[in-house]
DNA sequence: ATATCTAAAATGAACGTTCATTCATTTTTT
DNA sequence: AAAAAATGAATGAACGTTCATTTTAGATAT
């Protein structure tokens, strides 16, 4: 049994249970089945043992959306592809969600650098740059594309976890898709 | 001088500074010019205290963000209208996003009740139902045209808080407006 | 005006608890 | 038997909250 990834595992269970304000050195490693003292023997401290846990997480996302990047495939079916995999990646995990969001919204926890918090979205900036300049993706800048990609589909997996609605309902994800495709589509 | 509000007051400064984390009764009463023990003439505690400015700051969203809603205009100006006025509040006010993102990404922080969450989509509500019924905005579920129009609004402050883009540079704005209508608009 | 009194408001040191981290000891592996 | 890994009790710092004491403010009397 590998106790280093034990240990991440269980920072995430717990985070999506109880939230940040509750996480402790204690419950980490009771719920990892070791002893206190046995983390430190994988990480510096809590701190690190955070950012670890968001590195990985993040390498995760990309490598997964990336996946379903084809470039003989149009734009359009290159962004139904990776908005799938972005929604498949949380709705299959949805402590990583929980625990993703938590750690970008809280300024100055762990993080010196800000910039950290835009490396999960470098996929989705991959597939506008070609868009845009093939004339299918709308003229407008960056940020503003960015903010109606990766805003609908945060807000969307948010919603469903939270069970207001439920993207595993036949067409739901169609329809989704299609209009925030019109967002950005010129 | 109302030390009530001045100590509200200095949990939005302290949370958009440090993060909720960092956040501690000495700092708050230091930072609101009063001893720690004040506080608990005005608050039942932390927990009430971090309640009771959510509440502050979701009441006064609402009320300006409805300010904007007019009944004589169309459902695309009302769109319009909305939209700025939720943009304005965020940017006037930084420190309110950040509390507000901070307290809404924080499971079992200090809510009882999962729901509070949606209180601040409520004028959205009013709006995407009178759209629907008119024909004019997308009939597909609400969770969806929800997610439409909260995520980019919401992406998009952040981004431009972060200076990764500039919602006051001319025609910004406009832009952002019209592909987010594109999404939700029939 | 000034002094005296009273209740409310405010203070901050002290308390009990919780927490991250350490390290002398034990257990496991080689 | 030596080295490596793991343990968990001990430590000291940090925290939320309390409450005995002090300060303030308003009313009343001199």
């Known amino acids: 049994m590998d106790k280093r990834e ?13 939230g940040f304000y509750h996480l402790n050195m204690k419950k980490i490693a009771q719920e990892a089945g070791v002893a206190a003292g046995t983390i430190y023997l994988y990480f510096k401290g809590k701190e690190d043992l955070i950012n670890a846990l968001y590195a990985m997480i993040v390498a995760e996302f990309n490598q997964q959306v990336l996946e379903g990047y084809d470039d003989s495939k149009t734009v359009k079916e290159n962004f139904f592809e990776m908005m799938s995999k972005a929604i ?11 625990f993703v969001e938590q750690y970008t919204y809280a300024p100055f926890l762990f993080k010196e650098n800000q910039d950290e918090n ?25 940020a503003i594309l960015l ?25 739901a994800r169609q329809k989704f898709y299609e209009a925030a495709w019109d967002a950005i589509c010129a």
Do not use: C, W
């Open 6 to 18: 034990a240990i991440l595992k269980s920072v995430l269970k717990l985070v999506n249970r109880e």
């Open 147 to 171: 903010s109606l990609i990766h805003g609908p589909m945060n807000t969307i997996v948010k919603l469903h976890l939270a069970h207001k609605t439920d993207l595993n309902k036949k067409g």
């Open 118 to 142: 835009f490396l999960l979205l470098l996929p989705i900036y991959k597939m506008m740059r070609e868009g845009k300049t093939a004339g299918i993706i709308r003229n407008i800048p960056d």
């Open 88 to 98: 498949d990646f949380y709705l299959d995990q949805p402590d990583n969600f929980s």
